[in-house]
C-alpha cells in the first residue's frame, strides 16, 4: 500500500481543498516550506530536540498487567499522557510552530474545543515568541474555564465564539475567516489531522512518532507485532499517528473509536465515520454528520476532544479501503473503561483516551477467539485526564454537594 | 435575459452591473422572496441568492448571521430553489451563490438539473476552486448554467488564468482578503486584481465583491469592475429593521442609491 495522499491532497476520494481561493496560495506556501523542512536536517534536528528535551518523548510503552487481567488481553499503553502540556497534541504544535518560525510568520491562530490544543498552542506560541489567538466557542470557555486561564497565563489571546452552535466546529470557521484575513502573517495552526491539504499529512507526520516509537518499543520488548493498534477518533491525530507506521504491517489490525454519545442509533453522537456520511466540511472530503440537505448537525459526547461533526480524511480513506475499523463507544461505555484504568493502574485518563480503552475491552474476547490466544494490543493513552476530573467527578457523584460548587468554582 | 446579455447591455450604457444578495428563506421564505423583488425593482440588475449553509467560512456577521436565522426558520435546499423560481419567473436575472456540500448531498448532476429548471442562470462557488470542482463543470455545462468561481488578490497569474478559463458568465473578483462585510473603504487591491484577470482574459466580465455598501463605493468600484456584488449592507437593512415593510424601504432605498452608484462612472 503506497503512503497517500497522492497528488492534489486527495487520499482515495477523500481529502483535497475546498477552501475559498484566497487560501490556496497559503496552502502552497506551507506545502512548499513543509517539503523543505521535511528534507532539511537542521529543522529535523531542531524538532527532535524539542520533542526530547522538551516534550518528553519517546513516551513510554507501559505493560498494564492490572489492566490487561481485567480485560483478557495483553495491553501495553503508549503513554502519550505523560508529555509535556498532558496529551499527543504537543508534538503536532511543536512542529507546526516550528514551520510557522520557518515561514517568517510571527503570529499563529488555532482553534480549539476543550482547550487542549489551544494550550498547547500557547505554549509552543511561548517557547518560540510567536503571537497567539486562539478561537474557542462561547460554549466551551465557559466549560472550560482553567484551560482558558492556562492559554491566558501562557500569553495568548482567547477569542469566544458566539456563532453557529458556539462549539468547536464555529471556533474552526472563525480560526479560517481570520487566516483569510491575515495569511501574510499569519499561520493556522490547526490542531488535528483534518482540513484542507496540506494539513492532513502535515499534522500526520508530526504526530506520527507515536507509531514509530510504539513499532520500535514493542518489537524491541516482544519481539514480534501486536495484534491490534487502538486509539479514539476526534479529529483523528492521535489514532493517524499511532495508525500509520503500521499501515504497511497487513497482521497488526487498526481499530479507531469514535465518540458514541448517547448511542449512534439516538443521534446524540459524534461518530462521523460510523453514524454520518460523506460530505464536505472544514476544506476536505470526509465523512460527516449532516442533515438530509447537508447541512451540520451538532455532534455530543462527554469528552470535548472528540466532540466535532467531521473526521481527517485519511481515516475516512482508511475506512473505505477496509485497512483499519472504526466503531462508536459510548458516553457510558468510556466512563466505564475511565474508572478502570483509575483503579486497576493508578492512571487518570483523558475521557477521550478512555474511549481506546473501552473499545480495546471491546475486541479482546473478539481477538481472543480469531487467534486462540491471548491478543496483544497497544493502546494509545492519548492524554492524561487532569482536565476532566470535574466532569468525571460529577459523572461518578465522588463529591458531595459542598465540593461540587468548589470544583466548579475552581474549574 | 442570460448573463452574457446583462453584462453586455450594462457596457452599451457605459455602466456596470449592479448584483444584489439575499440569503433564500431570511427572515421567511416569502419575506425573502418580497425583499428579492423588491430589490429588483429598485435597481439591483441581477439577484444573488446565498443558500443558508451552516459553516459559510467566508462570511462575516452580517450573512452568518441571516444564514442562522433562515436555517432556525427552517429553510431547505428545496425552498432555495422554489425562491429562485419565484424571482425568475418575474424575469430577474438570477445566480445562486453557494457552498459546496449541500450541492454534493443533493447530487451535484440533479442540482444542476433543478436550478436550471428554476430558472437561475449561474452558480458562484466560494469553497469550490476548479481543481475540485470536475463533477459541478460537467454537471453545469450539460444543464447550461454558468460557472462563477472566485479569484483573490492572492492568486497567482497561473491559478487566475486557470481559474477564469473555468468561468462562464462572469468572475467573481474577491476585492481583498478577507470575509464578506462591507467596510469603509473600497480596496485598494481590488483595480489592480482586475486589471490582472482582464490580462488573463479580456472578455470575461469581472463582478468585484466584498466590502461594497454605498452609492460612493459602488461607483468607484464601477470605475474598473462590470460587476458590482453588495451583500451585507442589503441584508443589513433586513436585519436590522423591526418589521419587513421598514425592511424592504431601506432596501429599495439602497439599491437605488447604488443603481446610481454603478451609472456615475467617475
Ligand atoms: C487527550 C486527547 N485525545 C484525543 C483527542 C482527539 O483529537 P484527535 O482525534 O485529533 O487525536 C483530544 C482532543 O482534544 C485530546 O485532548
Redesign the pocket.
Known amino acids: 500500500m503506497t503512503a497517500p495522499p497522492q497528488q492534489k491532497g486527495h487520499f482515495g476520494r477523500f481529502g483535497g481543498r475546498f477552501v475559498p481561493e484566497a487560501l490556496v496560495g497559503a496552502l502552497d506556501e506551507l506545502e512548499a516550506a513543509y517539503r523543505e523542512a521535511k528534507q532539511d536536517p537542521a529543522f529535523q534536528a531542531r524538532f527532535a530536540d524539542l520533542l526530547t528535551n522538551y516534550a518528553g518523548t519517546p513516551s513510554l510503552l507501559y505493560d498494564a498487567e492490572r489492566l490487561s487481567a481485567a480485560v483478557g488481553a495483553k495491553i501495553l499503553l503508549k503513554r502519550?499522557?505523560l508529555n509535556h502540556t498532558?496529551?499527543?497534541?504537543v508534538r503536532n504544535v511543536l512542529g507546526q510552530a516550528l514551520l510557522a518560525q520557518r515561514m517568517g510568520k510571527r503570529r499563529v491562530i488555532a482553534e480549539t474545543?476543550?482547550g487542549?490544543?489551544g494550550v498547547a498552542s500557547a505554549t509552543a506560541a511561548a517557547l518560540l515568541d510567536l503571537e497567539c489567538v486562539v478561537y474557542m466557542g462561547e460554549v466551551d470557555t465557559e466549560r472550560q474555564a482553567l484551560n482558558v486561564a492556562r492559554m491566558r497565563m501562557l500569553g495568548a489571546t482567547v477569542v469566544p465564539v458566539t456563532t453557529g452552535s458556539r462549539t468547536l466546529k464555529d471556533a474552526l470557521n472563525d480560526a479560517l475567516r481570520d487566516w483569510v484575513a491575515s495569511v501574510d502573517t499569519t499561520h493556522y495552526l490547526l490542531?488535528?489531522?483534518?482540513g484542507p491539504h496540506p494539513f492532513p499529512e502535515i499534522v500526520r507526520d508530526f504526530v506520527g512518532g507515536i507509531g514509530i516509537e510504539a513499532r520500535e518499543q514493542i518489537l524491541a520488548r516482544t519481539g514480534a507485532l501486536p495484534d491490534a493498534v487502538a486509539?479514539?477518533?476526534?479529529?483523528?491525530?492521535?489514532?493517524i499517528?499511532i495508525f500509520h507506521a503500521f499501515v504497511p504491517d497487513e497482521g497488526v489490525r487498526l481499530f479507531g473509536f469514535e465518540a458514541g454519545g448517547d448511542g449512534v442509533e439516538t443521534g446524540r453522537h459524534a461518530a462521523s465515520i460510523t453514524g454520518g456520511s460523506s460530505g464536505v466540511l472544514h476544506g476536505a472530503r470526509t465523512y460527516v454528520l449532516q442533515d438530509d440537505d447537508g447541512q451540520t448537525v451538532d455532534s455530543h459526547s462527554i469528552s470535548?476532544?472528540?466532540d466535532y461533526p467531521g473526521v481527517?480524511p485519511e481515516h475516512a480513506w482508511l475506512h473505505d479501503t477496509g485497512r483499519a475499523t472504526y466503531e462508536p463507544v459510548t458516553d457510558a461505555e468510556a466512563m466505564a473503561a475511565f474508572q478502570l484504568l483509575c483503579r486497576t493502574e493508578g492512571i487518570i485518563p483523558?475521557i477521550?483516551?478512555a474511549h481506546a480503552l473501552a473499545g480495546a475491552a471491546r475486541i479482546a474476547p473478539r481477538l481472543r477467539a480469531e487467534l486462540g490466544r491471548e491478543p496483544v494490543i497497544v493502546v494509545n493513552l492519548?492524554?492524561?485526564g487532569d482536565k476532566d476530573v470535574h466532569t468525571a467527578g460529577a459523572y461518578f457523584g465522588v463529591l458531595d454537594e459542598r465540593e461540587e460548587i468548589v470544583m466548579g468554582e475552581q474549574e | 435575459m442570460s448573463i452574457a446579455d446583462v453584462f453586455g447591455k450594462a457596457k452599451a450604457e457605459n455602466r456596470s452591473v449592479l448584483v444584489g444578495c439575499m440569503p433564500a428563506g431570511f427572515p421567511t421564505v416569502e419575506g425573502s422572496i418580497a425583499s428579492m423583488l423588491a430589490m429588483a425593482d429598485a435597481g439591483c440588475d441581477v439577484i444573488e441568492v446565498e443558500l443558508p449553509y451552516s459553516d459559510p467560512v467566508m462570511d462575516g456577521p452580517v450573512i452568518q448571521r441571516a444564514s442562522d436565522i433562515a436555517l432556525a426558520a427552517g429553510v431547505r435546499t428545496r425552498d432555495t430553489l422554489r425562491i429562485i423560481e419565484a424571482v425568475a419567473s418575474r424575469g430577474v436575472p438570477v445566480v445562486l451563490m453557494t457552498y459546496w456540500n449541500p450541492i454534493e448531498k443533493y447530487g451535484v448532476d440533479a442540482f444542476a438539473r433543478d436550478l436550471a429548471a428554476a430558472g437561475a442562470t449561474g452558480m458562484i462557488t466560494p469553497d469550490l476552486i476548479p481543481d475540485e470542482a470536475g463533477e459541478w463543470i460537467a454537471a453545469a455545462d450539460k444543464h447550461r448554467i454558468d460557472k462563477t468561481f472566485l479569484v483573490s488578490p492572492s492568486s497567482t497569474d497561473e491559478r487566475l488564468a486557470m481559474t477564469v478559463g473555468q468561468c462562464r458568465g462572469f468572475v467573481y473578483a474577491t476585492a481583498l482578503m478577507g470575509v464578506t462585510g462591507a467596510r469603509t473603504a473600497v480596496s485598494r487591491q481590488a483595480p489592480d486584481l482586475v486589471a490582472r484577470i482582464r490580462r488573463a482574459d479580456p472578455d470575461m466580465p469581472v463582478g468585484v465583491g466584498l466590502g461594497v455598501g454605498n452609492g460612493a463605493q459602488a461607483a468607484e468600484v464601477a470605475a474598473f469592475a462590470d460587476g458590482v456584488i453588495v451583500g451585507s449592507a442589503l441584508i443589513r437593512c433586513v436585519l436590522e429593521a423591526p418589521d419587513q415593510a421598514e425592511g424592504e424601504r431601506k432596501l429599495r432605498a439602497l439599491s437605488a442609491e447604488l443603481a446610481e452608484g454603478v451609472r456615475n462612472r467617475p
Open positions: 502519550e499522557d498532558g496529551a499527543h497534541k474545543g476543550a487542549q490544543h490542531g488535528t489531522a483534518a486509539a479514539c477518533v476526534g479529529g483523528g491525530s492521535n489514532a499517528g470535548a476532544g472528540l481527517g483523558a477521550e483516551s492519548s492524554g492524561r
